[in-house]
């Protein structure tokens, strides 16, 4: 296992790439990466082999996380997954002496409460959620979580929500303006008197298409998806505060090229490197530099970045076990048939 990347030679300090002494790290010679091809611009893998005489060999990313022991040294997860991952220690401690592009990540990226420092993990990238709109002759045009929800009591059978009481239920609390991870029953009370006379009027399990509505009027959902909507549709990010979705890049236990797997990370988050995956995925870096590469329309689009005027408030999902048991509690009243129909 890494501690301080447990290498021959790597006891000695400073360990960083740039070193040119007897005691450098030098990358191993293979990577082994379990990150989609999908995640990343066509030149992320020719860049990193051309700068450190790496030969990268693609691996399947494996579901739910299940690594095989040496079989990859790179893997791209979810913040759920990231953090069961730390919880039953199968993700390795970073030697962040290895990663110096990790001070370009901003806030609230740089120290997640599910990964406290970012000990375990770098973010890649991330999208937000808020929700799409399409233009409809006497509807307002809403901008807050608030108006969002009062669109279904206007519009009923029109306005789409997942079935998914932790994305929904914090919604809704913001809307009745309190924190998206609250737990406190008065807080909680006030999200299930917004959300109960709305059963039957919001659409539960709504979906979207390629950026359209399906003939709906809105719907919750990240921005992915509404990078380029369709005609009259736009993707609406509330002021009051959302979360981020970030995916994240660990190291599995018993990584078999553990330098190699650090240089990597290091070059997720070089601003080139970024902004070229930003524009190749339509998520967001938390790398603040990579703004100088990407497009001013790209920077723009609020399905991929947060509008700066006026700020959003940015945070994460992180609900204790008492608030995600209310939250259930909330949604099964929410989908349980109304009597005597």
């Known amino acids: 296992m890494l501690a301080g990347c447990t290498r021959p030679g790597s006891s000695a300090a400073p360990q960083t790439f740039a070193n040119r002494g007897p005691n450098a790290q ?3 010679p293979n990577l082994l990466l379990g990150v989609s091809p999908r995640s990343m611009a066509a030149t992320s893998v020719p860049a990193f082999t051309k700068r450190f005489k790496v030969k990268v060999t693609m691996v399947a990313p494996q579901p739910g996380a299940d690594f095989a022991q040496g079989a990859v040294d790179v893997v791209l997860v979810d913040q759920e997954t990231l953090a069961g991952l730390v919880d039953q220690k199968r993700v390795e401690p970073l030697d962040r002496t290895l990663i110096a592009n990790r001070k370009l990540v901003e806030p609230p990226f740089d120290d997640p409460p599910f990964d406290p420092g970012s000990a375990h993990s770098v973010p890649k990238d991330y999208s937000v959620v808020g929700f799409a709109l399409a233009a409809r002759p006497g509807a307002a045009a809403p901008v807050t979580w608030a108006d969002f929800f009062a669109l279904a009591s206007t519009f ?7 079935d998914d ?4 239920v914090g919604a809704a609390l913001v809307a009745t303006g309190h924190d998206w991870n609250s737990a406190a029953a008065s807080d909680l009370d006030d999200a299930r ?6 059963r039957g ?6 979906s979207v298409d390629s950026g359209r509505l399906g003939g709906g009027l809105a719907v919750l959902c990240t921005g992915l998806g509404f990078r380029e909507p369709g005609h009259g549709v736009r993707f609406v990010v509330p002021p009051e505060g959302t979360i981020a979705r970030p995916r994240l890049l660990c190291i599995p236990p018993y990584a078999p090229d553990p330098v190699s797997a650090h240089a990597w990370l290091n070059h997720a988050l070089d601003p080139l490197t970024a902004a070229r995956d930003t524009e190749r995925t339509g998520r ?3 790398v603040g530099e990579a703004s100088f590469a990407l497009p001013p329309a790209l920077l723009a689009n609020p399905a991929v970045y ?9 945070g994460f999902a992180d609900t204790t076990p008492a608030g995600l048991e209310a939250r259930a509690d909330i949604w099964h009243d929410m989908t349980a048939p109304a009597a005597g129909r």
């Not at 947060?306 to 940015?314: F, G, I, R």
């Open 26 to 28: 030098v990358p191993d």
């Open 156 to 162: 009923p059978g029109q306005v789409a929500v997942p």
């Open 165 to 168: 009481p932790a994305i929904v």
């Open 193 to 198: 008197s917004l959300l109960i006379p709305l």
């Open 201 to 206: 009027s919001l659409v539960i399990g709504g």
């Open 284 to 286: 967001a870096t938390p």
């Open 306 to 314: 947060p509008p700066a005027l006026p700020p959003v408030t940015l």
